[in-house]
């Protein structure tokens, strides 16, 4: 406030630099910097990458925003990927709350690939953990396709017998992991308030 009690910075200019910055990709070229540094720095293990989504609450509304009826509340859904020591290697990728996380997966792994190729990252025969909410044939093939290696949770479906055919490859370890890592990433994200969204 200046001396007339006035503010000094109206929150309307504070909007349009952030959407001028959004729109010059500022952002985007923040975050590939940030892990490109990590990777220089020798911080990052990329030998298994864990994988999740998470719906954030948005009570005052916004963009891209849907109910989800599993939260049951109102927001929007994000999924991301973070290396073994909690680091975020991809932006997320948003949608409403009402979406279904699986097929997220398939546009999430074009920026994680993006951002590792930028950053000069080696994920051929990295294993990416996901959980059941992901097991599915397209998801597999996808992860399969980018020389990566599924291990995910599978999820029976409430089938009575079990699946005929091979068993996909699953290491409970592995899986085990995703609640030090990408659980431990989205507590810290559903405790701070993400611009644009609340």
Known sequence: MDRDGRPE???????RAFRRWQACECFDAVFLESVVRLEH??????????????TTAAKKGGDNIGFS???????????AF????????????SAPGNRNESPLL??????????????????????????????????RKAIFNRGMVPNINPNPRGRKRTKRGRKPLFDLAIFKERFRT??????WEDTHQRAGVK
């Open 182 to 187: 990408i659980e431990r990433v989205f507590a």
């Open 106 to 139: 398939r546009d999430a792994l074009p920026q994680v690939i993006r951002i590792a190729r930028e950053a000069r990252l080696d994920l051929r025969d990295t294993v990416v953990s996901l959980d059941g909410v992901y097991d599915c044939r397209a998801n």
């Open 9 to 15: 910075i109206h929150y309307t200019s504070i909007y």
């Open 41 to 54: 720095d020798q911080l990052l293990d990329t030998s298994v990458i864990h994988g999740d989504g998470t």
């Open 69 to 79: 009826g599993h939260k049951n509340m109102k927001g929007d859904k994000v999924v």
């Open 82 to 93: 973070c290396d073994r020591n909690c680091n975020v290697i991809a932006p997320f990728v």
